[in-house]
Structure formats: structure tokens, C-alpha cells
């Protein structure tokens, strides 16, 4: 122990398990023939805080099993994680504690709800963004201290965060890998708990940093898929257009190696030039927090970017530009009134969103909505708090719990129903403009692209990528009942928009994950219903 306070160097990095939900897009990986969606990037960042000399071992539990020599090699266990993944992180603090290895635990959960993180063991808790506390903790270790909670009262400056250390990574394992350029929210929903943890007053990474990372790894052989966790890229429109004029040129010059995905707000509809440029930079989808259809709905939960901005529209130009929009809403808001899941329904079929996310209000601990559900004495902490599949709820709602989670499975079985997605995908596909290179006669003019050499991967990437699209095109075009359905509208998409042929085809092939989820929903309910009558 005491060569451990002085100075340690064998570090174990723990990323827990997480479970399954709407996010884990099984099938994707399963087709892509990866293990999981997308790296721990939150534990990455802090092992790039830790002295240079400590020998650091990072495991992420999506993708393997923590071994016994893990546990051997480890002088310090370090863990992070958000509050899904509850269970996992208090189960490995246990377990680091049965085997006399001090723990660390930082991340999103142990900042929201500490205590069940120090009564489960931990030695030192690192609250808040680990730029500034991770200083305090050094040098309690340093000291010899054996226990402490450091935490920062400043929001760090985002200038000083390091390039994550993704070698420690295998990048093999992903679908996609993340970074950030910015922290913090100038909005103020009630529901999300993003302006508790980072702050109303968002901080960026200069654009510099943000090419030094995205360098990192086109360095390390990345190719693929990159996904910009911002809780909003466009925040600070300013700051996103900087981002992307030095990033249009720099792809252009390496040959596009990467495609991105991104969360932005609604009012990115109503700036078809920002629009352009992240399309120019190969932007290939967004992420919207639509949440309701219901204007009144929208107010009550202080969704003000939505009310402020024509909802239908937006969503509609942003589409219509280039950029698919993967639309999110929620069932269960004050202010509600029944049939909200088909108001919902008929929202997205309306527009055409193929990809769509619903899930049932959950309240975050530290939110305004806690704290006000919690004055009204209506939390009831009986539900899923950790929303593993969203069909539970951990408060007291305004209308019939029953009502509102029949309303939920309903809206999921048939939005996700396969002919009706593929219906959605097909419209959506043809409502988007044709590709940059398609409309011009030269292709891309001026653009000048170096000789780039394939990295150690890439081809085998590739392979699997084609080993994908003949899975999506054997299971919808040859063993599933509506693959009539799928080449009418393969064919059209090639006749009257076929620069998109390629993106409809990717849609088609994240409707498989759906189609699961679908599956597991309704078997929820039905298991639900089989506990009521033995009940």
C-alpha cells in the first residue's frame, strides 16, 4: 500500500457493461462483425491525465471479460460509467475491495449519486470533469492518503484536455469511435441532466485540438465511423463552423476516411448553409431530441428550441439537405393527454423518419424534474431507473401509469414493424437531395486527394462490410415475407435517386436492430402481462 501512495503504476481502467437498449445496435455489430458500438471515451480521457510513467491496462466490458491476470496486474482499479450501468460499476467495486485493490471511481454516476458509489466501497471519488479534479487526487496519492472525494467547483477549460489515449483501445472491436469538441448546454430542459454535470455555459476544444485527435486516429488506422458526442454540435455555431472549415479540406486531402454522427437541436433546419458544410465534411446523420409532437407538451417541459423553431419543417430541411435525422421522443410528460403514442406515430409517419427512438420519461437524479417530482412527492423509485429498455417509470405521472406504457408498446410495435420502417426509409431516401458529386457534372471540382495507403485493417473492414449487405439483402430480399416490398423500392431508389442508393441500403440495414428491439419490447410486454396474471 504504501508503494501504491507514492507512486503508482499499474493502473486498471474499467469501463462496466452495458445493457441492452436501443443504443446497443446488436445487429449492426453483429453484421459489421465487431463486438461493440462505440469505446468508452470519458475512460480514454482520464487515462491521458495520468502520469506518463504509470502502465496503464484498459478494459472495456462490452467487449471482453475481465480476466484474472487483470486483477493480478492491477495496483489501482479505476472505474467510470453512467448511472445504466449502476450495477455493473457497484459489482466491481465490490469485487476490487474483496481482492484489497484500492478503486477510484469518476464518470457521470458517481458525480450524479456518490453516496451508493462510497457505501459500495470506493476509496476515492472523483466528482465532476477529471481535467481539474484528477490533480487533486494525484497528489492525495502522492501524500499517501488512502481515501478522499475531489471534486473542482470551475468547470475545467476544455484547452486543457489531453488527446485521448485510443491506443489503449482495440479499435477493432467498435462500429464507431467517439470524440467531443465541446461540453455544456445553453438550454434548459427539465428532464435532462447534461447542465447539472457540465454546465449552462458550453466550452469547445479549439479546432486544433480537435484535428490533433481526429489525426490520432487516422494515425492509429482508423477508418469509419466517428461519433461527435456533444450533447449539442451546433451550440455554438461559430465554434462548429470553425470545426468544419478546417475539417471539409483535411478529408478531402486524405480521401474521406471517416463518415460522422452527431447530436444537434432542432434550429439547424433553419441554417441549410451549416447544413452544407457538415455535409461537405461528410456528415452522415444527426441525432434530434425531437421528445413531443404537443407544443403544450414542449412548454411545460421547457423545450423552448422546439417551440421556437417550426418543428416539421426543420426536420424536413434537414433531411431534404443531406443529413437523415434520427428523431428521439418520450412518452409519459406532465401535460399529457391520452393517445400521445399515436399523436407520436403520426408525427413520424408524417415526416418519414425511419430511425426513430421512444422511450417512457425517466427521472434523472439532479435534475429540475426531480427535484420537482420529488417537492410533489411523486417520485416512486420503483421503476427502472436505469432504463435499460425505457418500459418502466421511477415517478408518479400525471395520467395512468398502464395507459402510458400500453400507449409506449404500441407506438414501438408499430413504428418498428418492418414493412412500415422500410416504407419510412423508402420515402425519406427519395425526399433527399442527390449527392454533392451527383449533381455536379465534374464529380467534386477542385478537389486534390494525396496517394493514401490502406492501413493494417482497412481491407478486412471493407470485406465485412460487404459481408453485411449481403446478410441485410439475404434476410429482407430473400427469407423475409415483404421482400417483394424490398426490391420495388430498391429498384426505385435506383431509378429516382441513385446517389442514394447507398444510404438507403444503410437504413435498411439499421432497420435490423430495430426489428430486434421490436422483438424484445413486445416480449417485455408480454412477460409483463404473464407477471400480472400470476400475480
Same mark, same amino acid.
Given at each position: 500500500?504504501?508503494?501504491?501512495?507514492?507512486?503508482?503504476?499499474?493502473?486498471?481502467?474499467?469501463?462496466?457493461?452495458?445493457?441492452?437498449?436501443?443504443?446497443?445496435?446488436?445487429?449492426?455489430?453483429?453484421?459489421?462483425?465487431?463486438?461493440?458500438?462505440?469505446?468508452?471515451?470519458?475512460?480514454?480521457?482520464?487515462?491521458?491525465?495520468?502520469?506518463?510513467?504509470?502502465?496503464?491496462?484498459?478494459?472495456?466490458?462490452?467487449?471482453?471479460?475481465?480476466?484474472?491476470?487483470?486483477?493480478?496486474?492491477? $495496483?489501482?482499479?479505476?472505474?467510470?460509467?453512467?448511472?445504466?450501468?449502476?450495477?455493473?460499476?457497484?459489482?466491481?467495486?465490490?469485487?476490487?475491495?474483496?481482492?484489497?485493490?484500492?478503486?477510484?471511481?469518476?464518470?457521470?454516476?458517481?458525480?450524479?449519486?456518490?453516496?451508493?458509489?462510497? $457505501?459500495?466501497?470506493?476509496?476515492?471519488?472523483?466528482?465532476?470533469?477529471?481535467? $481539474?479534479?484528477?490533480?487533486?487526487?494525484?497528489?492525495?496519492?502522492?501524500?499517501?492518503?488512502?481515501?478522499?472525494?475531489?471534486?473542482?467547483?470551475?468547470?475545467?477549460?476544455?484547452?486543457?484536455?489531453?488527446?485521448?489515449?485510443? $491506443?489503449?483501445?482495440?479499435?477493432?472491436?467498435?462500429?464507431?469511435?467517439?470524440?467531443?469538441?465541446?461540453?455544456?448546454?445553453?438550454?434548459?430542459?427539465?428532464?435532462?441532466?447534461?447542465?447539472?454535470?457540465?454546465?449552462?455555459?458550453?466550452?469547445?476544444?479549439?479546432?486544433?485540438?480537435?484535428?490533433?485527435?481526429?489525426?490520432?486516429?487516422?494515425?492509429?488506422?482508423?477508418?469509419?465511423?466517428?461519433?461527435?458526442?456533444?450533447?449539442?454540435?451546433?451550440?455554438?455555431?461559430?465554434?462548429?463552423?470553425?470545426?468544419?472549415?478546417?475539417?471539409?479540406?483535411?478529408?478531402?486531402?486524405?480521401?474521406?476516411?471517416?463518415?460522422?454522427?452527431?447530436?444537434?437541436?432542432?434550429?439547424?433546419?433553419?441554417?441549410?448553409?451549416?447544413?452544407?458544410?457538415?455535409?461537405?465534411?461528410?456528415?452522415?446523420?444527426?441525432?434530434?431530441?425531437?421528445?413531443?409532437?404537443?407544443?403544450?407538451?414542449?412548454?411545460?417541459?421547457?423545450?423552448?428550441?422546439?417551440?421556437?423553431?417550426?418543428?416539421?419543417?426543420?426536420?424536413?430541411?434537414?433531411?431534404?439537405?443531406?443529413?437523415?435525422?434520427?428523431?428521439?421522443?418520450?412518452?409519459?410528460?406532465?401535460?399529457?393527454?391520452?393517445?400521445?403514442?399515436?399523436?407520436?406515430?403520426?408525427?413520424?409517419?408524417?415526416?418519414?423518419?425511419?430511425?426513430?427512438?421512444?422511450?417512457?420519461?425517466?427521472?434523472?437524479?439532479?435534475?429540475?424534474?426531480?427535484?420537482?417530482?420529488?417537492?410533489?412527492?411523486?417520485?416512486?423509485?420503483?421503476?427502472?431507473?436505469?432504463?435499460?429498455?425505457?418500459?418502466?417509470?421511477?415517478?408518479?405521472?400525471?395520467?395512468?401509469?398502464?395507459?402510458?406504457?400500453?400507449?409506449?408498446?404500441?407506438?414501438?410495435?408499430?413504428?418498428?414493424?418492418?414493412?412500415?420502417?422500410?416504407?419510412?426509409?423508402?420515402?425519406?431516401?427519395?425526399?433527399?437531395?442527390?449527392?454533392?458529386?451527383?449533381?455536379?457534372?465534374?464529380?467534386?471540382?477542385?478537389?486534390?486527394?494525396?496517394?493514401?495507403?490502406?492501413?493494417?485493417?482497412?481491407?478486412?473492414?471493407?470485406?465485412?462490410?460487404?459481408?453485411?449487405?449481403?446478410?441485410?439483402?439475404?434476410?429482407?430480399?430473400?427469407?423475409?415475407?415483404?421482400?417483394?416490398?424490398?426490391?420495388?423500392?430498391?429498384?426505385?431508389?435506383?431509378?429516382?435517386?441513385?446517389?442514394?442508393?447507398?444510404?438507403?441500403?444503410?437504413?435498411?440495414?439499421?432497420?435490423?436492430?430495430?426489428?430486434?428491439?421490436?422483438?424484445?419490447?413486445?416480449?417485455?410486454?408480454?412477460?409483463?402481462?404473464?407477471?400480472?396474471?400470476?400475480?
Amino acid at each position: 500500500m504504501s508503494a501504491l501512495s507514492l507512486d503508482p503504476r499499474r493502473v486498471l481502467l474499467i469501463h462496466p457493461a452495458s445493457p441492452y437498449s436501443f443504443w446497443s445496435f446488436q445487429e449492426t455489430v453483429r453484421l459489421s462483425g465487431r463486438k461493440a458500438m462505440a469505446p468508452p471515451l470519458g475512460l480514454v480521457t482520464v487515462a491521458a491525465l495520468l502520469p506518463s510513467n504509470w502502465d496503464l491496462r484498459a478494459c472495456d466490458m462490452n467487449t471482453r471479460e475481465l480476466r484474472e491476470e487483470d486483477w493480478q496486474f492491477a $495496483d489501482l482499479v479505476m472505474i467510470t460509467g453512467m448511472i445504466v450501468q449502476r450495477e455493473g460499476m457497484l459489482s466491481l467495486i465490490r469485487e476490487a475491495k474483496r481482492r484489497g485493490i484500492p478503486v477510484a471511481v469518476g464518470g457521470p454516476y458517481a458525480t450524479s449519486v456518490p453516496q451508493d458509489i462510497l $457505501d459500495a466501497g470506493c476509496d476515492y471519488l472523483i466528482k465532476g470533469e477529471a481535467e $481539474d479534479s484528477i490533480a487533486g487526487f494525484l497528489d492525495a496519492l502522492s501524500r499517501g492518503e488512502t481515501s478522499g472525494v475531489f471534486e473542482e467547483s470551475e468547470k475545467p477549460n476544455m484547452g486543457v484536455s489531453p488527446i485521448p489515449r485510443y $491506443d489503449l483501445l482495440h479499435l477493432e472491436d467498435y462500429d464507431t469511435v467517439s470524440i467531443q469538441t465541446s461540453r455544456g448546454c445553453p438550454f434548459s430542459c427539465e428532464f435532462c441532466d447534461i447542465i447539472n454535470l457540465f454546465g449552462r455555459v458550453p466550452r469547445y476544444k479549439s479546432p486544433d485540438q480537435v484535428m490533433a485527435e481526429l489525426n490520432m486516429l487516422y494515425l492509429l488506422g482508423w477508418r469509419g465511423s466517428i461519433f461527435i458526442c456533444d450533447d449539442n454540435f451546433i451550440g455554438n455555431k461559430k465554434h462548429a463552423r470553425a470545426i468544419l472549415e478546417k475539417l471539409i479540406p483535411w478529408m478531402a486531402e486524405r480521401d474521406e476516411p471517416f463518415s460522422f454522427f452527431c447530436q444537434a437541436s432542432v434550429n439547424l433546419g433553419q441554417d441549410k448553409e451549416l447544413i452544407d458544410l457538415m455535409t461537405a465534411a461528410n456528415f452522415g446523420d444527426v441525432f434530434v431530441g425531437v421528445e413531443s409532437p404537443d407544443e403544450n407538451v414542449l412548454k411545460v417541459t421547457n423545450k423552448q428550441q422546439n417551440v421556437h423553431n417550426p418543428l416539421e419543417e426543420s426536420l424536413r430541411n434537414i433531411n431534404a439537405n443531406g443529413l437523415p435525422v434520427l428523431g428521439s421522443f418520450i412518452i409519459g410528460f406532465d401535460g399529457e393527454t391520452k393517445g400521445m403514442g399515436e399523436r407520436i406515430c403520426a408525427f413520424v409517419e408524417k415526416i418519414g423518419m425511419p430511425v426513430i427512438m421512444v422511450n417512457m420519461l425517466q427521472a434523472l437524479p439532479n435534475t429540475k424534474l426531480w427535484d420537482r417530482l420529488e417537492r410533489e412527492g411523486r417520485l416512486t423509485l420503483d421503476g427502472d431507473t436505469c432504463g435499460v429498455r425505457g418500459s418502466a417509470m421511477n415517478f408518479q405521472p400525471s395520467r395512468p401509469r398502464e395507459e402510458i406504457l400500453e400507449e409506449f408498446y404500441k407506438a414501438i410495435d408499430r413504428l418498428y414493424e418492418p414493412q412500415a420502417y422500410l416504407a419510412r426509409a423508402f420515402r425519406y431516401t427519395l425526399e433527399m437531395r442527390p449527392t454533392r458529386k451527383a449533381m455536379s457534372p465534374n464529380g467534386n471540382p477542385g478537389r486534390k486527394t494525396k496517394n493514401v495507403t490502406l492501413p493494417k485493417g482497412s481491407v478486412s473492414r471493407r470485406l465485412w462490410e460487404y459481408m453485411a449487405l449481403i446478410r441485410v439483402v439475404w434476410r429482407q430480399g430473400v427469407v423475409a415475407p415483404y421482400r417483394g416490398q424490398f426490391w420495388r423500392q430498391l429498384v426505385q431508389v435506383r431509378q429516382k435517386n441513385p446517389s442514394r442508393l447507398v444510404r438507403y441500403l444503410s437504413a435498411c440495414a439499421i432497420g435490423e436492430n430495430l426489428f430486434q428491439y421490436r422483438k424484445n419490447i413486445l416480449q417485455d410486454r408480454l412477460n409483463r402481462a404473464n407477471n400480472q396474471r400470476v400475480g
